[in-house]
Nanobody
Framework: QVQLVESGGGLVQAGGSLRLSCAAS????????MGWFRQAPGKQRELVAI???????KYTNSVKGRFTISRDNAKNSAYLQMNGLKPEDTAVYYC?????????WGQGTQVTVST
């Protein structure tokens, strides 16, 4: 079994920054990719950023230049540095990893950006 623990969400004013963390533990062999998704009220869950083992990070257009995804393979962890936050970034953010044993999701962390 694999567990994902997310942290770093919260309430921030527009223009502010937050850093999300995702730590994976359990029966992990190889992590193919780690990614961040978000779901705003009444909307579908969408990809925010993803980082794979063999290629560079990819971002949805709305966060390019503001968000940075990174990973620490030794710690089986992923991070999402979010700068220049906007009210439309308000959502529950989920970490997702793909391993040799399957795909796993975190429990989600709330990010709220006020005007």
């Amino acid at each position: 079994q694999v567990q994902l623990v997310e942290s770093g969400g919260g309430l921030v004013q527009a223009g502010g920054s937050l850093r999300l963390s995702c730590a994976a533990s359990g029966s992990i062999r190889s992590i193919y990719y780690m990614g961040w998704f978000r779901q705003a009220p009444g909307k579908q869950r969408e990809l925010v950023a993803i980082i794979t083992s063999g290629s560079g990070p990819k971002y949805t257009n709305s966060v390019k230049g503001r968000f940075t995804i990174s990973r620490d393979n030794a710690k089986n962890s992923a991070y999402l540095q979010m700068n220049g936050l906007k009210p439309e970034d308000t959502a529950v953010y989920y970490c997702k990893i793909s391993t040799g044993l399957g795909v796993y999701w975190g429990q989600g962390t709330q990010v709220t950006v006020s005007t």
